[in-house]
Nanobody
């Protein structure tokens, strides 16, 4: 099993941008997909987007067109580029790695085996 470390969170005004990074270490060869999830206070953790080893990406409807996930295999890093941020995007953001992920349910949290510690994103109006 490997480890994941998120970075890049912070505070921004509505309409602004942030870039989050997820650095993977350890047994990265077994990872099929890395996904980003978020959890706001009092709400359930929800999938934001995911990228798999074949390069396919998937996004939640709420962020489609605003967020972009990319991967740098040489650096074992996945990046979440967030644009046109809204106050509703305020949450703790987590990246997670899954070894066996069904594509049709790629944003299902139960598919992911280990998680990072999270990074806070706050968007003010």
């Amino acid at each position: 099993q490997g480890q994941l470390v998120e970075s890049g969170g912070g505070s921004v005004q509505a309409g602004g941008s942030l870039r989050l990074s997820c650095a993977a270490s350890g047994d990265t060869s077994s990872i099929a997909c890395i996904a980003w999830f978020r959890q706001a206070p009092g709400k359930q953790r929800e999938g934001v987007g995911a990228i798999c080893t074949n390069g396919r990406t998937a996004y939640a409807d709420s962020v489609q067109g605003r967020f972009t996930i990319s991967q740098d295999n040489a650096k074992n890093t996945v990046t979440l580029e967030m644009n046109s941020l809204k106050p509703d995007d305020t949450a703790m953001y987590y990246c997670a790695a899954g070894r066996y992920v069904q594509w049709l349910r790629v944003l299902f949290r139960g598919h992911y085996d280990y998680w990072g510690q999270g990074t806070q994103v706050t968007v003010s109006s």
